[in-house]
């Protein structure tokens, strides 16, 4: 394996392949890690899924997501935080950097009242997280994902957020899709290396108009390649996830699309140096 390939995949990429599909092709392919998608993990099989992903020797980058403390699922919130330790012990168990969380809508609760609801959850789960040293990993998105995601849309609310928990084992999933809009980002980047516990690359339009619509690393409108470069310049060492969701793309050619975003990859390091 090249261990100077710093990418891993998340099964959310490759939707439609099997956990030992996926697992082949990072091994195969050079990729030093994935990210593990919980259902495709139960569908498998939870222990020959962590002992097929351990005994590749791959790193796992993420599990996840999982959240919903506000209720849109129709799950009461104890059982949501419950399910959030469950899959908390999983990523345990696969030596992951961060469980992915994503807050769930508003449903209907005042801000304030969501926000207290993610803090209490995080709270809940923070120290059984820096035991098992795994980063519960906050991810905001664009608000074209608020629906049935996360009422958290920009980079200030979402540190404000980590600062009110204030738990070193809380930090942010930093998808770049997501989050390439917001104001002076280049210059912030550095300074936000210590609270990031993944970096998600996927591309996409200035104006997404609807949740699942994303690009090609190098085919949207997104800075990805300026991202890469100045995360790594800043010392962020952990591995980049390419985490494209597409309605479009998961219809078709996995081993194109994942080539293509390793290329992209390869070049913005390259050009780097």
Not at 23 to 46: H, I, M, N, Q
Not at 81 to 98: K, M, R
Not at 171 to 198: D, I, Y
Request: a negative charge; charged letters at 25%.
């Amino acid at each position: 394996m090249n261990e100077d390939l710093r990418l891993s995949i998340t099964h959310m990429t490759a939707y439609r392949w099997s956990l030992p599909d996926l697992v082949a092709y990072c091994k195969d392919f050079g990729f030093s890690g994935l990210g593990v998608w919980l259902p495709r993990l139960t569908e498998f099989g939870e222990e020959r899924g962590i002992d097929l992903i351990l005994e590749a020797g791959l790193q796992v980058s993420s599990v996840g997501p999982v959240g919903g403390f506000t209720g849109a699922n129709g799950q009461s919130f104890d059982d949501a935080v419950l399910d959030c330790a469950d899959a908390l012990e999983v990523a345990g168990q696969l030596g992951a950097h961060a469980l992915t969380i994503c807050t769930g809508p508003r449903a209907g609760h005042t801000r304030g009242h969501a926000r207290r609801l993610v803090v209490q959850a995080l709270e809940k789960l923070a120290d059984r997280a820096g035991e098992l040293q795994v980063a519960l990993a906050l991810k905001p998105m664009h608000a074209a994902y608020r629906k049935r995601w996360t009422f958290l849309h920009s980079l200030d609310e979402s540190l404000d957020l980590l600062d009110e928990v204030d738990h070193p084992a809380v930090k942010l999933a930093f998808g770049v899709e997501h989050l390439w809009r917001e104001t002076n980002l280049t210059e912030r980047l550095p300074q936000l290396v210590p609270a990031l516990a993944s970096v998600q690359l996927s591309d996409g339009p200035r104006h997404p108009i609807d949740e699942c619509e994303q690009q090609l690393l190098g085919e949207g409108d997104a800075p990805v390649s300026s991202v890469i470069q100045t995360l790594l310049d800043a010392d962020y060492d952990r591995l980049f996830e390419i985490d494209i969701w597409s309605r479009e793309l998961w219809r078709s050619d996995y081993s194109a699309i994942l080539a293509h975003c390793r290329d992209h990859f390869v070049r913005a390091v390259a050009i780097r140096g």
